[in-house]
């Protein structure tokens, strides 16, 4: 299979090369995101492997079609920047990888919570700066608090039982119930009450049309006041304006992102010589009750070995038997 592999960075590069020893894929790696723009680099391509920001939309798809590409390769679990339905009418298969390392996502949403709690990054530039004053820097105490986790599969269990082991009281709010959940002691209950409950909330349901701006202005509103709302899952589950109205109320007391809905324009990419054009997400950076990391979240050496293997093993089935280990379909 002749594979070109879009937004590569250095890291995927080693894990895929190291994957691909056991296999025998001819690899072309690319650093530049696929969009109509950089279609022609998949010319005579099998197969492309793209992340989640690569823009698969319609026209893409028909484009790589044009060119014989029969495998969509995603490189990642969340599948909502690829038009499934256009996919399947062109007869292209698309593969994804379904988990890899739900710890790295859920250990790194344990990292958001407890920095801002206490006030990590605060602490230290004051420290840094020989400012040794602890006002404005008080936490609570996160055992015998409330967390609410929206969407209790891999990413979202895992956290219920770090969460359990703080001493949290743990809802959740998923379509279906999780029986290793209830084994933890989590309470399954209706989102409002979740909403209405909750100190802390954390969002690990994927990105749907049914779940796009799942945190509103009333969903805000209807919130705890101050309580904590995490997202580590896809941007658009928050409207970010809503979101910033509701920093400036005080109804959220603290929000900690891996993921934006606009991230696409920003994420992945040194910027730090150029003026960021994106004025909410400037205004979300003024915030001092704010933590934001640029979708790092599956950022562990455990995670890429296995996205890169689970990837090669997608490619290798679909080379062998038409079909991916792990296809994603329209309506799935
Ligand atoms: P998963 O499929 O194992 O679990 C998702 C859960 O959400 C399922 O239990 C599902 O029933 C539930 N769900 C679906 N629609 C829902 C709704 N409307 N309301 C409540 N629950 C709903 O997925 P996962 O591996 O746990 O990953 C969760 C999400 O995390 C992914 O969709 C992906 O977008 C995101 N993710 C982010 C990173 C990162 O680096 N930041 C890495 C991996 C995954």
Same mark, same amino acid.
């Given at each position: 299979?002749?594979?070109?592999?879009?937004?590569?960075?250095?890291? !995927?590069?080693?894990?895929? +090369?190291?994957?691909?020893?056991?296999?025998?894929?001819?690899?072309?790696? $690319?650093?530049?995101?696929?969009?109509?723009?950089?279609?022609?680099?998949?010319?005579? =391509? !099998?197969?492309?492997?793209?992340?989640?920001?690569?823009?698969?939309?319609?026209?893409?798809?028909?484009?790589?079609?044009?060119?014989?590409?029969?495998?969509? #390769?995603?490189?990642?679990?969340?599948?909502?920047?690829?038009?499934?339905?256009?996919?399947?009418?062109?007869?292209? #298969?698309?593969?994804?990888?379904?988990?890899?390392?739900?710890?790295?996502? =859920?250990?790194?949403?344990?990292?958001?919570?407890?920095?801002? +709690?206490?006030?990590?990054?605060?602490?230290?530039?004051?420290?840094?700066?020989?400012?040794?004053?602890?006002?404005?820097?008080?936490?609570?105490?996160? $055992?015998?608090?409330?967390?609410?986790?929206?969407?209790?599969?891999?990413?979202?269990?895992?956290?219920?039982?770090?969460?359990?082991?703080?001493?949290?009281?743990?809802?959740?709010?998923?379509?279906?119930? +999780?029986?290793?959940?209830?084994?933890?002691?989590?309470?399954?209950?209706?989102?409002?009450?979740?909403?209405?409950?909750?100190?802390?909330?954390?969002? $690990?349901?994927?990105?749907?049309?049914?779940?796009?701006?799942?945190?509103?202005?009333?969903?805000?509103?209807?919130?705890?006041?101050?309580?904590?709302?995490?997202?580590?899952?896809?941007?658009?589950?928050?409207?970010?304006?809503? =979101?910033?109205?509701?920093?400036?109320?005080?109804?959220?007391? #603290?929000?900690?992102?891996?993921?934006?809905?606009?991230?696409?324009?920003?994420?992945?990419?040194?910027?730090?010589?150029?003026?960021?054009?994106?004025?909410?997400?400037?205004?979300?950076?003024?915030?001092?009750?704010?933590?934001?990391?640029?979708?790092?979240?599956?950022?562990?050496?455990?995670?890429?070995?296995?996205? #890169?293997?689970?990837?090669?093993?997608?490619?290798?089935?679909?080379?062998?038997?038409?079909?991916?280990?792990?296809?994603?379909?329209?309506?799935?």
């Amino acid at each position: 299979m002749r594979v070109t592999v879009f937004s590569t960075k250095p890291y !995927d590069k080693a894990a895929l +090369n190291r994957a691909n020893a056991a296999s025998d894929c001819q690899l072309r790696f $690319h650093s530049s995101r696929l969009s109509q723009d950089t279609l022609a680099l998949a010319d005579k =391509a !099998d197969a492309v492997c793209v992340f989640v920001n690569d823009q698969l939309d319609a026209k893409v798809i028909a484009g790589l079609a044009e060119r014989g590409v029969r495998l969509i #390769a995603l490189r990642c679990a969340g599948f909502n920047n690829v038009d499934l339905v256009e996919a399947g009418r062109r007869g292209i #298969a698309v593969a994804r990888v379904p988990a890899y390392s739900p710890h790295a996502v =859920a250990e790194h949403t344990m990292a958001l919570i407890l920095a801002l +709690n206490r006030k990590i990054t605060r602490a230290w530039n004051r420290v840094r700066e020989g400012n040794f004053e602890l006002d404005g820097l008080i936490g609570f105490d996160l $055992h015998g608090k409330t967390a609410g986790i929206v969407g209790t599969g891999a990413i979202g269990v895992v956290l219920a039982r770090i969460l359990t082991g703080f001493g949290c009281r743990v809802l959740a709010h998923d379509l279906f119930d +999780n029986p290793d959940c209830l084994e933890l002691g989590v309470t399954y209950v209706p989102v409002a009450e979740l909403l209405a409950q909750s100190h802390i909330l954390s969002l $690990h349901c994927p990105l749907t049309p049914g779940t796009r701006h799942l945190i509103n202005a009333d969903t805000i509103a209807s919130m705890r006041q101050g309580a904590m709302l995490i997202n580590t899952s896809r941007g658009a589950l928050i409207d970010t304006a809503a =979101a910033i109205e509701g920093l400036k109320s005080g109804r959220i007391g #603290a929000l900690g992102i891996d993921v934006y809905e606009e991230e696409g324009d920003l994420f992945f990419e040194d910027l730090s010589s150029q003026i960021i054009p994106d004025d909410v997400f400037a205004r979300l950076l003024t915030f001092p009750n704010v933590l934001i990391t640029g979708h790092q979240a599956f950022l562990t050496t455990e995670a890429l070995d296995a996205i #890169a293997q689970m990837t090669l093993a997608n490619i290798s089935a679909f080379s062998r038997s038409g079909a991916p280990l792990h296809p994603v379909t329209a309506g799935a």
